[in-house]
């Protein structure tokens, strides 16, 4: 895959320079992702000097894995924006690097530090509104090995990290859409990824055991919305997004035990009231907050305002929003209003909706294995694999006027059904409403 820089001469040696560390092709992989890492008005990136591959230390806790990689000498390159103007060429060391954009394709153990965090792959930098984007272009199953440990525990149990990585590479691959810049984040808006310095042993077993695995609906990727701790019942996509996810439902959760399944937020009525108006509210001096309508799941799907001037409704999944935008864990809760203090007592912490990671950890504790977790939090899907899609190989510099890695939406290969879990004395008393 080229990097590519239309300007003749000298203004091409930083560019040069800064792709010597890399080998001249790319090599084929089932799924290639892009990651928005970092942006602003400057980003450092460091690149490696040698001309070839480097030498890698043997991982042998996670056999099939690629090795990490030794320690080389890096070079150090400020990326900008000419003039720091919306539409102006980058920059590299100051020097105008005659694009709006540059691209450094992943090459077999390839490693680069952007903003001071190392990931494996390449880079895509993106002049944009008078900063830089700069874009991880990294293999899927690599990708996975900065984003597993970031989201759980490596010292969880192997089930509970198996599903993890199932989970966590579908929602990926599902993400993949060669129509927009980048494929997804690395904060908590997308899925955690921290790069080279998260990988841990326990995770990167959990990664190759599960190599090319995802959960599949109707032919596609599934929607594997997870969360910390649905607080003992799951909340289903209708009532989180109004989205119609039959393998998304309310269901009683009775493995998922955490350090958040049982909370209470004390708020004093003056905050609430000021979120309220935010809301829409306009009801005088707020006297109660109370659940008027709840859902399956038990989390409010209608709140009633009242106040000295009239009441005010938050419908819908705007209720469980208004609840967590008041600071709690997760809008599996109780209210009561005395003295001018709202309380909330709660259950769980996150959205609710998929996979409960403490109800994962919970269901491994009890000896089940990673098909049976994935089929209980999502019941009717598939588990299928990722077809390879080999690229060509392409040279190292070309001359063309932009600079992308060539993207593929993933293909399936066809699936099997996940089994639902066996009958227990636990689940039982879930479903008759008297598990803790």
């Known amino acids: 895959m080229p990097v590519r ?3 003749p001469g000298r203004a091409a040696l930083p560019l040069l320079a800064l792709t010597a560390g890399l080998a001249h092709t790319a090599p084929a992989h089932a799924v290639t992702l892009r990651v928005l890492v970092s942006s602003g008005e400057q980003v450092t990136l460091k690149t490696p000097v040698q001309t070839r591959a480097p030498q890698t230390t043997p991982d042998l806790s996670a056999p099939g894995l690629p090795a990490a990689p030794a320690p080389v000498t890096f070079t150090t390159w ?7 103007k919306k539409g102006g060429n980058l920059t590299l060391n100051g020097q105008d690097a005659g694009n709006t954009t540059l691209y450094l394709a992943p090459t077999p153990g390839s490693v680069v530090e952007i903003s001071g965090r190392s990931y494996r792959g390449g880079v895509l930098l993106r002049s944009l509104d008078g900063g830089v984007q700069a874009i991880n272009v990294v293999d899927l199953e690599d990708y996975l090995r900065g984003v597993v440990p970031a989201e759980m525990p490596a010292s969880w149990p192997a089930a509970a990290l198996q599903a993890q990585a199932v989970i966590a590479r579908t929602y990926a691959a599902a993400r993949v859409n060669p129509a927009v810049p980048y494929d997804t984040c690395a904060t908590e ?29 109707g032919g ?12 003992g019942f799951t909340a289903s996509a209708k009532e989180a997004w109004n989205m119609d996810l039959p393998y998304l439902p309310a269901k009683p959760d009775p493995f998922s035990v955490g350090p958040r399944s049982r909370w209470q937020l004390d708020l004093p009525a003056a905050k609430v009231q000021e979120l309220a108006v935010k809301y829409g509210a306009k009801i005088g001096t707020l006297r109660a907050v109370t659940a008027s309508r709840v859902s ?14 009239g009441t005010h409704l938050i419908q819908g999944a705007k209720a469980g929003g208004f609840i967590r935008a008041l600071g709690a864990p997760s809008s599996r809760v109780n209210l009561g209003m005395q003295g001018g203090t709202l309380t909330l007592q709660g259950a769980g912490a996150g959205h609710g909706v998929g996979l409960s990671q403490y109800g994962a950890l919970g269901l491994a504790n009890a000896g089940y ?10 019941p009717g899907t598939l588990l299928s694999r990722l077809a390879a899609a080999p690229r060509a190989d392409t040279p190292l510099l070309a001359r063309t006027p932009t600079a992308a890695p060539a993207v593929q939406r993933p293909a399936l290969h066809a699936g099997t059904a996940l089994p ?11 479903a008759r409403g008297t598990a803790e």
């Open 220 to 231: 596609k990727a599934a929607t594997t919305y997870f969360s910390s701790d649905s607080g």
């Open 78 to 84: 400020k990326v900008g924006v000419l003039g720091g």
């Open 420 to 430: 639902a879990l066996p009958a227990s004395p636990l689940l039982a008393r879930a």
């Open 189 to 217: 808006s997308c899925q955690v990824y921290q790069g080279v310095a998260a990988e841990k042993p326990g995770s990167d077993a959990a990664i190759q055991a599960t190599a090319g695995q995802v959960i599949a609906y």
């Open 296 to 309: 399956e799941s038990g989390r409010p799907s209608e709140l009633t305002l009242t106040g000295s001037a």
């Open 369 to 378: 294995d990673v098909l049976h977790i994935l089929g209980f939090y999502y």
């Open 5 to 7: 820089n239309p300007l």
